[in-house]
């Protein structure tokens, strides 16, 4: 089973900057596709950015796309996203998650994916 541990939302300011932290273990970085999910109130939860298997290629949402950094630490086990130019939109809880090679399904679908971590709020203040 994967495991997976947010931190670093919080309250932030438009246009400012924040990193989000997802801890994982030694198991689940090799054999988990990782990933970035958010969920704003009554909308579904959509991708914000994952990696590929090798975990080397970066994929990103279009909404936050060229605004958002994917990046991994194999030594620590730990999977960072970077985001900047927050808006107002971006709030949301903020989802760290993990794909397994069993099921199927898009690598961009939340539904394909099979751990989540307890999510961690992002609020952005206009």
């Known amino acids: 089973q994967a495991q997976l541990a947010e931190s670093g939302g919080g309250l932030v300011e438009a246009g400012g900057s924040l990193r989000l932290s997802c801890a994982t273990s030694r198991r689940t970085f090799s054999d988990y596709v990782l990933g970035w999910f958010r969920q704003a109130p009554g909308k579904e939860r959509e991708l914000v950015a994952r990696f590929d298997w090798g975990g080397v290629a970066t994929y990103y949402g279009d909404s936050v796309r060229d605004r958002a950094i994917l990046s991994r630490d194999n030594a620590k086990w730990t999977v960072y996203l970077d985001m900047n130019n927050l808006r107002p939109e971006d709030t949301a809880v903020y989802y760290c998650?993990?794909?397994?090679?069993?099921?199927?399904?898009?690598?961009?679908?939340?539904?394909?994916?099979?751990?989540w971590g307890q999510g961690t709020q992002v609020t952005v203040s206009s």
């Open positions: 998650a993990a794909k397994g090679l069993v099921r199927g399904g898009s690598y961009d679908y939340w539904e394909s994916y099979d751990y």
